[in-house]
């Protein structure tokens, strides 16, 4: 699926339905993968940046002292998250898919909560143009292309 040239307003409409077809096909590998995303980042479970040393280990490998979208000092903005690029709650299959994962700061984290990744492209880009970039740099353009086969029957575990 070539998604270079479509409108946002499309975009969001591919999202919903590919992601709703896929969702609907969930496979109990699916529902073990996304409990997995829990136990490898938690575990108490009350702290959003990781408590398994593994856990731990990857968000040191992957981020630096600021966060990639407000460049702003971590420490300044509550720390860092560990945060699905595709929303776990609509994506569980992509939970464990370390290509779906960054580190951002909590404050990004929470501005960006459950949103497509379209979705909050368009809410940055009109909201916080400044930011858009950052964002758009991030996209993660394989894993939305890889949706389409994902709804493929013949493609699904």
């Not at 109990?28 to 731990?56: A, I, L, N």
């Not at 990857?58 to 509550?78: A, L, M, N, Q, R």
Request: contains cysteine; proline residues 4%.
């Amino acid at each position: 699926m070539n998604l270079e040239g479509k409108e946002l307003g499309e975009l969001f409409r591919l999202a919903d339905e590919i992601g709703g077809k896929r969702y609907h096909r969930l496979t109990p590998q699916d529902f073990e993968d996304y409990r997995r995303f829990d136990y490898w980042r938690y575990v108490s479970g009350d702290f959003e940046c990781g408590t398994t040393q593994e856990s731990k280990d990857w968000v040191k490998d992957h981020s630096d002292w600021d966060c990639p979208i407000c460049e702003k000092s971590y420490s300044k903005t509550g720390g860092k998250t560990i945060d699905h690029k595709l929303p776990r709650a609509q994506y569980p299959w992509l939970s464990l898919n370390f290509e779906n994962l960054w580190v951002i700061c909590r404050a990004c984290n929470q501005r960006k909560g459950d949103m497509h990744w379209y979705e909050y492209e368009h809410y940055m880009f009109t909201r916080y143009p400044v930011l858009y970039l950052a964002v758009k740099s991030a996209r993660p353009s394989k894993l939305l292309r890889s949706l389409n086969d994902q709804t493929n029957p013949e493609t699904i575990r």
